[in-house]
């Protein structure tokens, strides 16, 4: 018998969703997904998208513990509520060779109030992929993928997530605004290629908080038009270091400024804090630059500034940088360097950096050179409180 009093429990039920915001969940298992290590599931994500995209209250995608073979996959919106996309599962690159030179793995594109979370695991499988990339000797060689992208990504959280051996980098913020990473663990070989941990560009209020990145490239590295970058309490190494640059080497690149890395540390890496310019280069500016209480653990070059930045010996060593650098401050810096000069402010004589200020670097160096030493050219600005090396400026 039909009454209105069966019905009161669905209204109570979708009042309370209302208020409380309950969002349904897209579970990829009711579109097909099979966590068996053979089917390939971009579709059953695809789909589980769509719909969670589509519903008005927002929703979850859901993708439950287990493992998932994914070819390459984008998520789009516009969505018409925030979308909460939850890995408790492990994504495992499929290994199709047709999918080896995509610019991407898994990209999320022209979303707002995303969330990607939930503890899973991302496994770029780069070991197959890493002998095809001869960057290094090639300049046009072709990009291999990047493990997650996120381009015109606004007001959106991603976090606990872990990427193991992406196949380029492993994640891309392209374009992307007020977001923030935390819980970010990130790993590859020291010796894998071109695998950037946190690549920015075109980005502004981008926050990463509390991660670990053991890679083969930079840990984070800032470009073109990165603005209001906030980096707090991330580990890094092995790999290249926090890294402002390469900047320069195209024409009209916006300027990046007010980047500030605190509480952080970086352990046997390549470079500690860089910032790098071609030389030649196009001309743009980076300034506005804090970095502030940096423990190194045996840093090849800990503080550098290199605008004569030309990998491969492919330019012309008398070319200078038109990259202004200026208001950058080194402050709280020390440990040890596994290289004498543990400050080396190279600067371009066109533009010569301005407003460099050193305060309380203690940088300790043990080597068969000699005591550890400094190097400014074309630098101004000064130094503050403790200085070893002692200051060049
Ligand atoms: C994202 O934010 C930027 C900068 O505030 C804005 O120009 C852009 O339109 C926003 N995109 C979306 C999809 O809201
Ligand atoms: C230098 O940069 C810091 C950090 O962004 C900023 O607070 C300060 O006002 C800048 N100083 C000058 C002289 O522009």
Redesign the pocket.
């Known amino acids: 018998m039909f009454s209105f009093i069966h019905l009161l429990p669905l209204f109570f039920f979708l009042s309370l969703a209302a208020a409380y915001n309950v969002r349904p969940t897209f579970n990829v298992l009711s579109y097909g997904a099979h966590a068996n290590r053979f089917t390939e599931n971009s579709n059953a994500f695809s789909r589980a998208w769509t719909d969670a995209c589509a519903s008005n209250t927002g929703g979850r995608v859901l993708i439950p513990r287990g493992s998932y073979v994914l070819g390459p996959v984008e998520f789009e919106g516009p969505c018409k509520g925030p979308v909460d996309f939850i890995i408790k599962g492990t994504l495992e690159a499929s290994d199709n060779p047709a999918d080896m030179f995509r610019d991407h793995w898994i990209t999320f594109r022209y979303v707002d109030w995303l969330v990607v979370t939930g503890g899973g695991f991302l496994y770029g499988h780069g070991r197959k992929a890493w002998p095809h990339n001869d960057c290094a000797k090639n300049s046009h060689c072709k990009s291999l993928p990047y493990t997650m992208r996120f381009d015109f990504v606004n007001n959106s959280r991603i976090e606990h997530l872990n990427s193991f051996n992406s196949r380029s980098g492993h994640f891309n913020l392209f374009s992307c605004h007020k977001v923030e990473m935390s819980y970010i663990r990130i790993s590859a070989p020291y010796w894998s290629p071109n695998t950037d941990g946190i690549h920015i560009g075109l980005s502004t209020q981008i926050r990463i908080l509390d991660s670990i990145i053991k890679t083969g490239d930079d840990c984070v590295s800032m470009v073109t038009g990165s603005q209001d970058i906030e980096i707090q309490r991330v580990q890094c190494g092995p790999g290249h270091g926090f890294s402002i640059g390469s900047l320069g080497g195209s024409k009209n690149e916006d300027p990046v400024?007010?980047i500030?890395i605190r509480d952080s540390s970086l352990k046997r890496t390549q470079n500690g804090l860089r910032i790098k310019t071609w030389a030649p280069s196009s001309p743009t500016l980076a300034?506005?630059?804090?970095f502030d209480n940096i423990v190194m653990i045996n840093v090849n070059n800990p503080i550098f500034i290199d605008q004569q930045y030309c990998p491969h010996n492919l330019c012309n060593s008398k070319a200078q940088s038109n990259v202004q650098i200026?208001?950058v401050?080194f402050s709280g810096v020390r440990g040890t360097s596994s290289s004498q000069f543990a400050v080396k402010l190279q600067c371009s004589r066109n533009v010569p950096c301005e407003?460099i200020k050193l305060k309380n670097i203690n940088l300790a160096y043990h080597g068969p050179e000699g005591p550890v030493a400094s190097s400014c050219i074309n630098a101004e600005g000064r130094s503050y409180g403790f200085q070893l090396p002692s200051g060049c400026l």
């Open positions: 400024s007010r500030t300034s506005d630059i804090i200026r208001n401050t407003d």
